[in-house]
């Protein structure tokens, strides 16, 4: 009997013990899960934290990536509208420098004639002085060439004549040599006296001039022009000058191109 109670109560203990063990066990094994739960909460906030985080900054990005799109957008406007612009400049700019091409192209023609008409007149003013010598009445005024022969010289005694002298005729034909070797000059015939309201009598002098520069050069009627000037003293100003109708011409033409 004593052993059959000492038996039950050696089971009730152990029992007792291993339930208490088992307890324990238990115990330990919930704080050990309500730790790892702990853990896996603190975890789960965190990634739910770095979520937001992350969240925000894709936000963020997207919103920078929008703004330089926008950026992006407005500046290839301005490069296209710079573009334009500067298309038009270069268009204006290439339109100036064609204007100022043409412009120094009609200057240097300009130019090249006046330095052309300079030459000539010193040419033309050598010719006359070893022609009629070193003291014939010759001047050089305004691109012009002028051999001055007063009236008693071409008409004599009578200062209204209208018969030239002998050595006048020969003069004129030495004049006439010289025109005739300058093809590209004009001749005026300025007649100075001192009835400046008389043509008639201009006309009437100058007729027997023209006629012998005319027959020695066969210079055109178009090339010799006739003037008068008021003088006290009558005389005649044989003007060899640029044909300033031809350089008028040539130089419209050069302007067409």
């Known amino acids: 009997m004593n052993r059959i109670t000492l038996s039950i109560l050696f089971l009730f203990l152990f029992g007792s013990i291993l339930q208490a063990q088992n307890k324990k066990e238990l115990i330990a094994q919930v704080n050990s899960l309500n730790t790892e739960l702990e853990g896996v909460k603190a ?44 298309s038009q400049r270069q268009d204006k700019l290439s339109g100036v420098m064609e204007a100022l091409r043409k412009k120094e192209g009609e200057l240097k023609f300009i130019n090249d004639a006046l330095t052309s008409n300079d030459s000539i007149s010193l040419l033309v003013l050598t010719n006359f002085k070893q022609t009629l010598g070193e003291n ?8 012009a060439v ?14 209204n004549g209208v018969i030239l002298e002998g050595a006048a005729s020969d003069m004129l034909n030495k004049i006439a040599g010289v025109i005739r070797a300058n093809p590209d000059m004009a001749v005026t015939l300025e007649f100075h006296t001192d009835d400046a309201n008389s043509w008639e009598n201009v006309y009437s002098q100058a ?3 023209a006629a012998i520069i005319g027959n020695t050069t066969d210079v055109e009627a178009e090339r010799i022009a006739v003037s008068r000037k008021s003088d006290m003293v009558k005389s005649l100003y044989i003007k060899l000058h640029p044909n300033f109708n031809l350089f008028y011409l040539r130089l419209r033409q050069n302007m067409k191109k």
């Open 136 to 143: 014939a009445n010759i001047k050089v005024e305004s691109g």
């Open 43 to 86: 975890e789960l906030l965190e990634s739910k934290k770095n979520e937001k985080i992350s969240q925000a900054r894709a936000e963020s990005f997207e919103s920078q990536l929008k703004g330089l799109e926008e950026n992006n957008a407005i500046l290839l406007e301005n490069l296209n509208n710079f573009t334009g612009q500067a």
């Open 146 to 159: 002028t051999v001055i022969m007063d009236n008693s010289t071409l008409f004599g005694a009578n200062p």
């Open 207 to 209: 007729a027997p001039v």
